[in-house]
């Protein structure tokens, strides 16, 4: 892997890389769409990369189970399996740890899994959760982590941190014991739940591995934890990461409508990468993605609508003309309605963080936040948790604002339906 820096923002932590491996560059910051059991739901492969999209995820524990090993090795791997010809990272199941804890088992060796499709025992160590990640050949593989949920308190968290520790031991033995270190780039996982004193232990046990590890995700987020806590565990662990190196926040947002501030708080924090189902799977809801806020088009008063989704969209979707009543018409009753608005939510994703990349570069990127959050937010009022948030690295989402016309709320900023007015 080869990993620039292009530009930093002077007054946040955010910045502009590139990160070329072996299926070619991505540019950072990055949003990455969710392709779980090899397939990014409601588009091919060919459609996707047509996008502009350059990096997408796959599920270790999902692929192992379906199609399983003996196929992909057949393959030649998941990029052959699923005719994608750019950048592929896969998680290491970790998270299904607590995504599906009703079947599992912890212990010093593993993980113990009872299959949820038929019930058959399976144990993923650090070792074997690597080697499923060779077979399939993704450029960017995770370290298998002991994941709890964010929610957990207690002993636990700190058990689990430095089993994760522990566990990206035997994961960077096992990975440089078959040479797959220039071929394939592992990344740790920083743990430490809601503690920031288990978060920066554990940053500085991962940074002394530095010269193993290609890069760096946050962890154990995005549980349901309230986002003024969220957004300080992101920061603490940003600012002390290394400079040099990509950082990730795994699975970024939890309440619906507060992903889009995700992406950016983190991005001005210092995060380069972040994924989520939730282009995809709103979009199965008949809801697009837009910068004035989430746009429900199942919703009556959408059946007479003649407009595109957003005007200036270059999507397939909005640049084809596509009006909101035959998405309307299509949304609940044809898979062609979740389609469109698929193709609609991935490129709106890529231009949010396409925006945030050339404001960056041309030193205006606190301007672009502030843009942002004034149109999506500026008649609603702004989620306290941002305005701190972005305050800690230097923009006032209120500068210039008449103080009798500030309104700031203290919810999670859930914002579905603008109006049209």
Known sequence: MKFEILASCPTTRARVARMTLNHGPT????????????ALKGLTPQQTEALGVTLILNNTYHLNLRPGIKILDQAGGAHKFQ???????????????VSLSQFTQITEEGALFSSPYDGKPTMLTPEESIAIQHSIGADIIMQLDDVVSSLTTGPRVEEAMWRSIRWLDRCIKYHESKGRQDTQELFAIVQGG???KLREICVREMINRKENVGGYAVGGLSGGEAKDVFWKMISICAEKLPVDRPRYAMGIGFAEGTKLLDLLVCVALG????????PTRTARFGVALTFRGPLNLRLKHHTTSLDTIEEDCPCPTCSSGTSRAILHHLVTVETAGAHALTQHNVVFQARLMGGAREAIFAGTFPAYLRSFFANYFGETGYPKWCVDALRSVGVDLLEGIPPAEVKVVDGQGMKWEYSES
């Open 27 to 38: 540019l950072l910051p990055t949003f990455m769409p969710v392709a779980t059991q090899a």
């Open 83 to 97: 005719g994608w010809r750019r950048n592929l990272l896969t998680d290491s199941g970790g998270f299904q740890l």
């Open 194 to 196: 809601l503690d920031p």
């Open 271 to 278: 995060i380069d990468m972040a994924d989520c189902v939730f």
